[in-house]
């Protein structure tokens, strides 16, 4: 059973960086055709994604954040984790990790709990 | 970027009743799109992908159809534990992207 859980700091202080892991259990991470990725929600309003990558492959990024954010993965480990720079109230979100359905950065069938960020002085 | 437009904002349905949502593409995304269900303060769960296929575990009173532009998930009979915020998303181009979201409330 796969399982994904995210880590890191609940409170950034805007223009900082905000750094989130995201753990992975149960198998599959190893796999390169798999691909895994990042989606964010505001309180009260819609998922949005961030990015994706496959493991040993390429990434791809939300052009609205394209500026500012990173993902990268530890491959000595099975963690993946994504960081956003000069962060301001507007990304102040729940943010899941999560892999993308049978070898492709398409639909999402497993996701992390969700870690919630604020970002507040 | 693809938007992707749901509707309506929320749905009021009684137990027992059949919902129909919709979400419709400003282009084409052939059938490459999924349906999501979350409740709150949960994580969003997978229903549909490709359009019309249900994802393992899946009741079949969940059903999608369309293509192109326009789609819809349909429930057959609502549960109570169906009562959520439903959401679409297209992964036929980057950047992937999601609807706004439907509720579907208790009437």
């Known amino acids: 059973q796969l399982q994904l859980q995210e880590s890191g700091p609940g409170l950034v202080k805007p223009s900082e960086t905000l750094s989130l892991n995201c753990s992975v259990s149960?198998?599959?991470?190893?796999?390169?055709?798999?691909?895994w990725g990042w989606v964010r929600q505001p309180p009260g309003k819609a998922l949005e994604w961030i990015g994706s990558?496959?493991?040993?492959?390429?990434?791809y990024y939300n052009p609205s954040l394209q500026s500012r954010v990173t993902i990268s993965v530890d491959t000595s480990t099975n963690q993946f984790s994504v960081r956003l720079a000069s962060v301001t109230a507007a990304d102040t979100a729940v943010y899941y990790c999560?892999?993308?359905?049978?070898?492709?950065?398409?639909?999402?069938?497993?996701w992390g709990q969700g870690t919630l960020v604020t970002v507040s002085s | 970027e693809k938007v992707m437009t749901q509707s309506p904002g929320t749905l009021s349905v009684s137990p027992g009743e059949r919902a129909t949502l919709s979400c419709r593409a400003s282009?084409?995304?052939?059938?490459?799109l999924a349906w999501y269900q979350q409740k709150p303060g949960q994580a969003p769960r997978l229903l549909i992908y490709?359009?019309?296929t249900r994802a393992t575990g899946i009741p079949a009173r969940f059903s999608g159809s369309g293509s192109g532009t326009e789609f819809t998930l349909t429930i057959s009979s609502l549960q109570s534990e169906d009562f959520a915020v439903y959401y679409c998303?297209?992964?036929?181009?980057?950047?992937?992207?999601f609807g706004q979201g439907t509720k579907v409330e208790i009437k």
């Open positions: 149960g198998g599959s991470f190893s796999r390169s055709t798999y691909c």
């Open positions: 999560a892999r993308h359905g049978r070898g492709g950065c398409y639909w999402f069938d497993d």
């Open positions: 490709g359009a019309s």
């Open positions: 990558f496959y493991r040993g492959g390429s990434t």
């Open positions: 282009q084409s995304v052939n059938n490459n």
């Open positions: 998303q297209q992964y036929n181009d980057w950047p992937r992207t």
